[in-house]
């Protein structure tokens, strides 16, 4: 069974204190995604990565770094953490050929003071 | 890529049949319609994906006109447990671009 491990769940932090998200899958799967998702605005997509060493900018990618140094890891990096990145955040996978089927982990919630 | 459009919530009672209705005026002929469910504080989960005309799986269906111009997402005999947040999106055929998610359709089921 598929599985999306993110660390931490939780985390309170301060304005400027680099943090980093971890993501971690069981499947092996090459396409890797990270979302933030905000009241009333929805999912959206900060990177994604369709392989190791392949990264892109999704719709809000300003504030975040992202790694893919290995096929199961996706770090996501916030280098100086603002209250506006305070946010529920989501990593997801997708096997190969599978069109729009994501699978999600069960969340980040980061709120930054 | 295809901006989607769907209602912001709706309500139904345990036992209806819910359809929520989609549109996609900009689809591309190589992009799929796929739908999620989220419940609160919890990842979206995958429900259906579908290409054209209707597919069936346990959970749900998926009907698409031949224009593939909009697609309905329904859901049969709803329970309490269906109340979640609805999503509809357009997905180019290869999968590599981006995929955004809309604001989704909160379903609320009564008793």
């Known amino acids: 069974e598929a599985q999306v491990t993110q660390n931490p769940r939780y985390l309170i932090t301060v304005t400027g204190k680099k943090l980093t998200v971890t993501c971690s899958q069981n499947m092996n799967h090459e396409y890797m995604s990270w979302y933030r998702q905000d009241p009333g605005l929805g999912l959206r997509q900060i990177y994604y990565s369709m392989n190791v060493e392949v990264t892109d900018k999704g719709d809000v990618p300003e504030g975040y770094k992202v790694s893919r140094k290995e096929k199961r890891n996706f770090p996501l990096i916030l280098e100086s953490p603002s209250p506006n990145q305070t946010s529920l955040y989501f990593c997801a996978i997708r096997r190969a050929n599978a069109g729009g089927e994501l699978f999600f982990g069960e969340g980040s919630r980061l709120t930054v003071l | 890529l295809a901006k989607t459009t769907q209602p912001i919530s709706m309500d139904s009672y345990e036992g209806q049949e819910v359809n929520i209705t989609c549109s996609h005026n900009n689809i591309a002929t190589n992009d799929y319609i796929t739908w999620y469910q989220q419940f609160p504080s919890q990842g979206p989960r995958f429900i259906i994906q579908?290409?054209?005309t209707k597919v069936t799986n346990e959970v749900a269906s998926l009907f698409i006109p031949a224009d593939r111009k909009s697609s309905t997402l329904s859901l049969p005999r709803v329970s309490l447990s269906d109340t979640a947040v609805y999503y509809c999106l357009v997905v180019v055929g290869s999968g590599y671009s981006t995929l955004t998610f809309g604001k989704g359709t909160m379903l609320l089921v009564s008793p």
């Open positions: 579908g290409y054209k």
